[in-house]
Antibody, heavy 120, light 110 residues
Framework: QMQLQESGSGLVMPSQTLSLTCAVSGDSINSGAFSWSWIRQSPGKGLEWIGYVFQSGSAYYSPSLKSRATISVDRPNNVFSLNLTSLTAADTAVYFC????????????WGQGTMVTVSS | QTVVTQEPAFSVSPGGTVTLTCALTSGSVSTSHYPSWYQQTPGLPPRTLIFNTDIRSSGVPDRFSGSILENKAALTITGAQADDESIYYCLLYVGSGISVFGGGTRLTVL
């Protein structure tokens, strides 16, 4: 059974870049059924979709984060990643990785989430 | 920017029925938005309940159902139970590779 696990920096300085990785286990990241996504949740707030990367390599992002976010796939290592630049305190959140169904655009599988704090 | 709205809070009695809705400020919700619904309890990742408007995810009890009602996506819980007390989020695909979550509805069962 496929599982996802986030890892990366838990504390990042303002203006720096956040780098998170999601390890896919139990199946290949090349599974044609999925695109790979990041979602975040600020403390006490709702879910915010960040973006997807499809098997083709095409990536799509929330308009509010498009200028700062990059999602990429590392196929040999079966992981995908999120880079988010120019961090501010407003980027403090739990970051979830997820596998999304290519046709029905819903999240089939979720990671447990990782807390990221932006602070000096 | 596309905004998806949900009721901030709702209350239902145990055994009762409640319908939560998910609307687009820019127009009607249809099946082409592929509405999906998620249940979240604090400290845990969301649980997928419904996808493609009305298909229950594996293991989801049949007291949860999805539909389109009056140009909104809807999640109906029939025979609410205490452990249904959670926050419920909808997700809409708005085209051009973009998806948007609603703000969530906090459901109280009492």
């Amino acid at each position: 059974q496929m599982q996802l696990q986030e890892s990366g920096s838990g504390l990042v300085m303002p203006s720096q870049t956040l780098s998170l990785t999601c390890a896919v286990s139990g199946d290949s990241i090349n599974s044609g059924a999925f695109s790979w996504s990041w979602i975040r949740q600020s403390p006490g707030k709702g879910l915010e979709w960040i973006g997807y990367v499809f098997q083709s390599g095409s990536a799509y992002y929330s308009p509010s984060l498009k200028s700062r976010a990059t999602i990429s796939v590392d196929r040999p290592n079966n992981v995908f990643s999120l880079n988010l630049t120019s961090l501010t305190a407003a980027d403090t959140a739990v970051y979830f990785c997820a596998g999304a169904h290519n046709w029905y655009h819903y999240f089939v599988i979720w990671g447990q989430g990782t807390m990221v704090t932006v602070s000096s | 920017q596309t905004v998806v709205t949900q009721e901030p809070a709702f209350s239902v009695s145990p055994g009762g029925t409640v319908t939560l809705t998910c609307a687009l400020t820019s127009g009607s919700v249809s099946t082409s938005h592929y509405p999906s619904w998620y249940q979240q309890t604090p400290g845990l990742p969301p649980r997928t309940l419904i996808f493609n408007t009305d298909i229950r995810s594996s293991g989801v009890p049949d007291r949860f159902s999805g539909s389109i009602l009056e140009n909104k996506a809807a999640l109906t819980i029939t025979g609410a139970q205490a452990d249904d007390e959670s926050i419920y989020y909808c997700l809409l695909y708005v085209g051009s590779g973009i998806s948007v979550f609603g703000g969530g509805t906090r459901l109280t069962v009492l």
